[in-house]
């Protein structure tokens, strides 16, 4: 009983954990549309430009795209919405910027 209630205890503070994660994903989902929009127009147009200029292009954009209704993250990060944090650990082990 006691090991039962020990899993158990284990299992309800993962269960708080997923809860968060599904939450998270669900936002994704629904903000998929803006996010992807958003992630094809830095790709296509800010890539030569400084991490500054691309910040402040997307700030606009985002609102913009708020004023028009389209559903996007207001923490929008492109690494976020492109990649995942191991792929971006690989990317510095082979000395490339993490963006």
């Given amino acids: 009983m006691e090991r039962a209630e020990k899993l158990l205890g284990g299992l309800s503070s993962e269960?708080?954990?997923?809860?968060?994660?599904?939450?998270k994903l669900q936002e994704d989902l629904t903000n998929?549309?803006?996010?992807?929009l958003l992630s094809?127009?830095?790709v296509s147009y800010?890539?030569?430009f400084t991490a500054e200029y691309r910040n402040l292009c997307v700030e606009k954009w985002i609102r913009l795209f708020i004023?028009?209704?389209?559903?996007t993250s207001k923490d929008y990060n492109l690494e976020r919405v492109?990649?995942?944090?191991?792929?971006?650990?690989e990317w510095?082990?082979?000395e490339l910027p993490a963006d």
Avoid at 15 to 23: F, I
Avoid at 67 to 71: K, Q, T, W
């Fill in 15 to 23: 269960s708080e954990r997923w809860q968060v994660s599904v939450d």
């Fill in 46 to 48: 800010l890539g030569p």
């Fill in 67 to 71: 004023e028009r209704g389209i559903p």
């Fill in 82 to 89: 492109l990649s995942d944090e191991n792929q971006i650990r």
């Fill in 92 to 94: 510095q082990d082979c």
């Fill in 32 to 36: 998929m549309t803006g996010n992807i």
């Fill in 40 to 42: 094809s127009a830095f």
